[in-house]
């Protein structure tokens, strides 16, 4: 086994942020491409977002038990890092993938969904307001990638705290977590 130096761990963390950023990027346009379909798509869009939150979660937990266990002395430190710059990339690849879909592959999408807001609070809406709402219109791909990459930042960010503080200390493979479990 070898020591994990900061330019493995950036390394190691962009490799698991391509496979995070790829799924979830893939949902994107996977849930965009079901909202056209109808009624029943609205009920598998929510069982796949529930199976890609649990997905990423114990994905994120592996990659975290590999490395302490590919790499001789991985302390707490070095996992917390590990899903930081996980997050990071993941947060940048989800967020050109957001972009893309909604500015290049689903743009009638936003527009349906801005006509349905000015039909049904158009009467309520001054000539400022609507105004406002075209603006948000031409500028939510913009949107969509800031707040989608925000948002991956900041879920990584808390995931990678949480697990790096519930991960057993040590170099135990997951056989021996289980067996201690087990015995317990």
Known sequence: MELLDSKTLRSEGAKAGLIFGTLSGGYIFLSQWLSGMGQAAGIVNLILEVAKIAG???LMRHY???????????DRGQVFRFGLYTAFYSAMITAACAYI?????FPEAVAETMDVLRQSFGKMMDSNTLRSLELVENKFPLYAFFSNGIW???YGTVLSFILSRTLPEGTMTEEEEEEEDDEQ
Do not use: N
Not at 101 to 105: C, E
């Open 152 to 154: 991956c930042l900041l």
């Open 56 to 58: 990423l979660i114990v």
């Open 64 to 74: 975290m038990l590999s490395l302490k266990t590919v790499y001789d002395g991985v």
């Open 101 to 105: 879909a909604y500015a290049y592959v």
